[in-house]
């Protein structure tokens, strides 16, 4: 079974630029998640899909982030400007389903960098 | 608010030896409780869940207790090594399924 999939690795960028990070989820999996990870903290939930609805952004910086996922499979997270404070590892999850207790399979991550 | 607090400082054990990780929470009463585990450069890893109504859950070489009274987990590896050299996350469970994670404590085991 494939993982979950994201692009690119790695990121450089200037505050006040654009970034897109994609993620591919394990097929089948109906729920899918974008963290922010800072150094030395924990995975920080930023939106969660169920299919292609949203079923909680509110821990999303609205005014500057964006999420969507078309047709229910793979998702872009972007971010519109950056600021210095973005700087993180960004980590798409899938699980089967988020009305269990499903486990979380995570993807390698991108690492951004805001300059 | 809700609050979840791992070992405070990195973890060093001897090879052989069990390792015991401490995840404390406040403000909330989770449902149930993941492990995982985070090596560097990669996403985390699922490793354990335990529910409300479980005291103890095992795997392998891998035991994690769940007291709601206390508003505590604790996860062990026993006969741990060099290979176990990780950080592991802990993340109470929240509303809408969801997973709340800790900051991780990072585990060295020497050899």
């Known amino acids: 079974e494939a993982g979950v999939a994201q692009s690119p690795r790695y990121k450089i960028i200037e505050k006040r630029q654009s970034v897109a990070f994609w993620c591919n989820p394990i097929?089948?999996?109906?729920?899918l998640y974008w963290y922010q990870q800072i150094l030395g903290q924990g995975p920080k939930l930023l939106i969660q899909?169920?299919?292609?609805?949203?079923?909680?952004d509110s821990q999303l910086p609205k005014d500057r982030f964006s999420a969507e996922r078309l047709k229910g499979v793979d998702s872009t997270l972007k971010i519109q400007p950056a600021k210095l404070e973005d700087s993180a590892v960004y980590l798409c999850a899938s699980s089967p389903t988020g009305t269990g207790y499903n486990e979380q399979f995570f993807g390698p991550g991108t690492r951004l960098t805001v300059l | 608010s809700q609050k979840i607090e791992q070992n405070s400082e990195a973890l060093n054990i001897q090879e052989g030896k069990t390792a015991t990780l401490t995840c404390n929470y406040t403000?909330?009463?989770?449902?149930?409780l993941q492990w995982y585990r985070q090596d560097p450069g990669r996403g985390p890893v699922f490793l354990l869940l335990?529910?409300?109504?479980?005291k103890e859950k095992r795997k392998e070489r891998l035991k994690v207790t769940f007291d709601t009274t206390l508003k505590q987990s604790l996860f062990h590896i026993t006969a741990s090594q060099p290979a176990d050299s990780a950080t592991y996350l802990c993340a109470p469970s929240g509303s809408a399924r969801q997973l709340t994670f800790g900051s991780g404590t990072q585990l060295t085991v020497l050899p």
């Open positions: 097929s089948g999996h109906a729920t």
């Open positions: 899909f169920q299919n292609n609805g949203v079923v909680d």
């Open positions: 335990i529910r409300e109504n479980e």
């Open positions: 403000n909330y009463s989770p449902a149930y």
